[in-house]
Each structure stands twice: as C-alpha cells, then as structure tokens.
C-alpha cells in the first residue's frame, strides 16, 4: 500500500531531473560553448553559393532567368519559351498538378477531381495552344483548376509551350489561327 508521501515520487524525480538537465545546458550553451565560427566556412563554398545565385556555372538551363519582354511572338514555341514556361509552372502549378505534370501535387491529393495529368494527356477540352491559354486565363468551371489571368501572357503562353513539350497527346491549329486568337486576346 502506498501513503500519501509516496504516491508520485517517481513523477516528481523526472521533474527534478529534467529540471536540473535543462539548467545545465542552459549554462553550458550560455558560458562554456565557444559559439559557432562563421570564418569557418571555406572560401571555395562561398564563391559556389555565389555563382549558384548568380546563375554561372552549374546552374541547369531551364532554371537560367529567360527575358521573355524580348519575345515578339509568345505564342511560338521556342527553347527558351520552354525553358521559362518550366519556371513559371514550377512556381504556380506543381503544388497541384506536381514538379513533372503527373497531377501528383501535394495539394492535388486532396482535390476533386484530381488535377490533370500533363504527361498522359487525357484533356478536358483539348491540347490545342488556344484551349491551354485558355485553361490558363480563365480556369475550368466545376472544377478547382483556378485562373491564372493575372499572370503576364508571355508567362501564360510560355507554360503552354512547356505542357506542351511534356505531353503524349497534342493536337494543334495552324500557326496563323493561333497568331490570330492571341493578337485578339486581352
């Protein structure tokens, strides 16, 4: 039988203990750790942050800044326009459709219905140039693919390109009806 005195002896030692560990680190880390050298780190790795930053050197091509103010027709396919429209997906579009266009996005998971698999190319209207810009500007009504309108076109139209050279399933119009629509388009 346990009396009263005895009853939490053991929930009280724990306390103490951790108690008397936490006072201890704390005046170790306060006054006997030297701290951390910042001078530690080797010039080699600084100067390799630095051209990382800079985009020299080892930086992939895809994720070199492209100036696409520069591009008098958006909506003709270019390696750079690919190249561009994989950044800009990357920052609007991977949380739900996934980094490789699979729709396997961690947001997508809890989505219904699933967002689209780029890559295997099941679409809901079709793959032409016009029908993606589209998707893109104004979203898809009954389903949670949101409009992205307020992006620049030349964003918009470089990420049509980028799904585009992804995709297995693509159907296009002529060159003349797309430079058409996108001259018409706001």
């Not at 170790?28 to 030297?34: D, G, L, Q, R």
């Not at 951390?36 to 990382?52: G, I, N």
């Not at 992939?60 to 561009?84: G, Q, Y």
């Not at 579009?93 to 996005?105: A, R, T």
């Amino acid at each position: 039988m346990q009396t009263e005195d005895s009853y939490n002896r053991g929930g009280f030692m724990a306390f103490l203990f951790s108690m008397a560990f936490s006072l201890s680190f704390f005046v170790y880390i306060a006054f006997i750790h030297p701290g951390v050298d910042l001078k530690e780190v080797p010039e080699s790795a600084v100067a390799e942050a630095d051209q990382a930053v800079a985009g020299e050197g080892s930086a992939p091509a895809e994720e070199k800044a492209v100036d696409v103010s520069t591009v008098t027709d958006p909506w003709m396919s270019s390696d750079a326009m690919i190249a561009h429209g994989a950044k800009v997906y990357k920052t609007n579009c991977s949380i739900c459709h996934g980094d490789k266009g699979m729709g396997d996005g961690p947001a997508g998971m809890a989505l219904v219905p699933k967002p689209r698999n780029f890559v295997e190319g099941k679409w809901k209207k079709s793959s032409t140039r016009i029908d993606l810009y589209t998707t893109i500007q104004k979203g898809l009504e009954g389903s949670s693919m949101a409009a992205f309108g307020h992006l620049p076109k030349a964003d918009r139209w470089a990420m049509v390109h980028w799904i585009r050279s992804i995709t297995k399933n693509k159907k296009d119009l002529s060159d003349k009806e797309v430079e058409e629509f996108a001259k018409s388009a706001e």
